[in-house]
């Protein structure tokens, strides 16, 4: 995996982390004296986490098709 993609998936796993633990333990965020929901924390859960999973996924199969050897293939005479 290249570095810059290792580190974008270790960065959306960290916030997804972050988000669980806040859900978990129900941590009170403020913004500019607004109360920002705890529930908001699913979708800041489960979003990085599925694009740290397709980003991984996608990475992997590029990964796969490198590796692959080529295969050679005959040629059919038609005589």
């Known amino acids: ?3 810059v993609t290792t580190i974008v998936v270790l ?3 960290a916030i997804s982390i972050a988000h669980l633990l806040r859900l ?6 403020i913004v500019g004296g607004f109360h920002i929901p705890v ?3 699913i ?4 979003v990085p986490a599925i694009l ?3 980003l991984w996924r ?3 199969e590029e990964f796969n098709k490198e590796i692959t050897p080529l295969k050679i293939t ?6």
């Open 1 to 3: 995996m290249k570095p």
């Open 11 to 13: 960065l959306l796993i």
């Open 24 to 29: 978990i333990f129900q941590g009170e965020i």
């Open 39 to 41: 529930w908001l924390s």
């Open 43 to 46: 979708f800041g859960c489960i």
């Open 52 to 54: 740290a999973l397709m």
């Open 58 to 60: 996608e990475n992997r």
């Open 74 to 79: 005959k040629k059919k005479d038609n005589h």
